[in-house]
């Protein structure tokens, strides 16, 4: 009698349980909370000075060889270390006549992930009474660096960035953190300012 009981039972369950309207639920990702961004002054070089967020940390880059500064250019990364990813910077004086090698060896870098991208979209800047003069590359697809850009004068100094994320990445998981960052690289460049 039990044994026909837990059958009946466990009979009962299955059927139950059985129903047809199942659907798969989507694959999602994580929340990342994304803080509203406050832009400080970035003013400790000596050639140019900008905003940036205060998400971002500064780390100056010295030679590998020598453990010391180059005093040709200025190296420095903005690191954001609750995103895992890092704008690599730098910034150095150029003789007008080397200005279209310089451009086109950035602009060549850029389109070099091109192969795994799906689109490159350029964003220009230009702010001739600051002779402020920008390119962002907003590079879409799983590249390597999803934003590159550069800033010059146009005569002789030359400022080149490139994001990067410290761990291999799903275009659509950082798509929040990646507009989040490419803001603040924009209000960089609306800030950027060369002095003299």
């Not at 895992?84 to 389109?111: G, K």
């Not at 689109?119 to 003069?133: C, D, F, H």
């Not at 002789?156 to 990445?169: I, M, Q, V």
């Not at 798509?175 to 209000?187: G, M, R, S, T």
Request: proline share 5%; aromatic share 16%; with cysteine.
């Amino acid at each position: 009698m039990k044994s026909k009981f837990l059958f009946f039972l466990l009979m009962a369950s299955l059927l139950i349980s059985c129903s047809s309207d199942y659907s798969p639920k989507p694959q999602g990702y994580f929340y990342i909370d994304l803080p509203e961004p406050v832009y400080l002054d970035l003013s400790g070089f000596p050639d140019f000075r900008c905003s940036i967020s205060n998400q971002a940390r500064v780390e100056e880059v010295k030679n590998e060889m020598t453990g010391e500064k180059d005093k040709n250019k200025i190296e420095f990364n903005l690191n954001y270390f609750r995103y895992n990813a890092q704008i690599y910077c730098t910034c150095f004086r150029i003789n007008a006549s080397d200005f279209p090698v310089v451009s086109e060896e950035s602009r060549r870098i850029a389109y070099f992930q091109e192969q795994k991208a799906k689109g490159i979209t350029e964003v220009a800047y230009s702010r001739p009474e600051q002779k402020v003069y920008g390119l962002i590359y907003e590079i879409q697809g799983n590249t390597a660096s999803p934003i590159q850009f550069v800033i010059t004068d146009s005569t002789s100094s030359f400022f080149r960035g490139a994001l990067y994320f410290d761990t291999a990445y799903n275009r659509d998981s950082i798509a929040p953190v990646l507009a989040y960052i490419n803001q603040d690289i924009h209000v960089m460049i609306e800030s950027f300012q060369w002095k003299r």
